[in-house]
């Protein structure tokens, strides 16, 4: 392209979307989208094979325009998205409320050097929405800044959709009165981070402020949660379906807050396994807070992953390290330096003490 319009990125983008092929943008520009091209979306429906190179352009809705996310994808197209940020959807009834940023229809979506931020759903996804079936595959791709009034602050998984993020980051996003701060998943989604961060993200009224798995299967794999905050699960709130499974993956200083604080680090109801991957410096506080580090209710294996330092704090405060109410496995993992206690209630997990 030979400009940074916007009505002539709508023609580029409808060139080529009958039958595929590639945008090549200019470097450097700036779209601003003042209007819907259709319905709730700012940019033609992709329908085929289309991608996108940007030379470190923007593509955003101006501040001052109507609600309207910048791309839906509809199957069975294959979009992708190369060296360019998406900015400041904001979706509202008009296209389901989900997906401010970008919305999948059981289609597909590739991100490479990609940011995704400041966008906005009215329900769920306010950075990206994928639904039933669909799948995206994010590289070295930033979703940051987003807001969800409902699910999934930065990314959300309909059931049976599939996310593969590698030396990506998912952060300082929010949902302001639902679950999953960073990312949503419903049963039978799958999320696989290799190499990534989970980081400052909040679900501000209710649980997983990284990550809540509601029923899905996620594998964080050298991947860093920290410093995300919900009431349940700071940083990861995992219930049902295949479980969660962290290999070399630490969670640190997440919080869990307020009335019913719970896993400042980790809830789960569900299958959790830790390999070498440590839980530090999480906190659970308000009155009778569980589980600093870690609140279980299903089946958790812990192997070469240290509980330690690790707060729950209030009034009838419990479990600093690990509050138990189902079944932990401890091989070679040490609990230890956890307030006011290692593991509740006494003798619910065999073998917590202090390990070398």
Known sequence: MRTCNASDLIVAINAVNASGGTVNLRRGCTYTLTSPDNDSNALPVIVNTVTINGNGDTIERAATAPKFRIFEVAAPADFTLNNLTVRNGYIGNLGGSVGGGIRVASGRLTTNHTRITGSIADIAGGGVYLDNSSVGRFKATTIDGNIAAGFGGGLYLESSATATLTSSSVNGNRTTAGDGGGLYLEPSATVKLTRCSVTGNTSTLAIGGGIANEGGAVIANRTRITNNTAVQGGGIFN?????????????????????????????????????????????ATGTNARGGGIFNGGTATLRKSRVVRNRALGTGAQGGGIFNGGTVTLIASSVAANIPNQCAPPGSVPGCRRRG
């Open 239 to 283: 219930t049902g379906g295949t479980g969660f499974t962290l290999i070399s993956s630490p969670v640190i200083g997440n919080t869990a807050s307020g009335s019913g604080a719970v896993g400042g680090g980790i809830y789960s109801g569900g299958p959790l396994k830790l390999n070498s991957s440590p839980v530090e410096n999480n906190t």
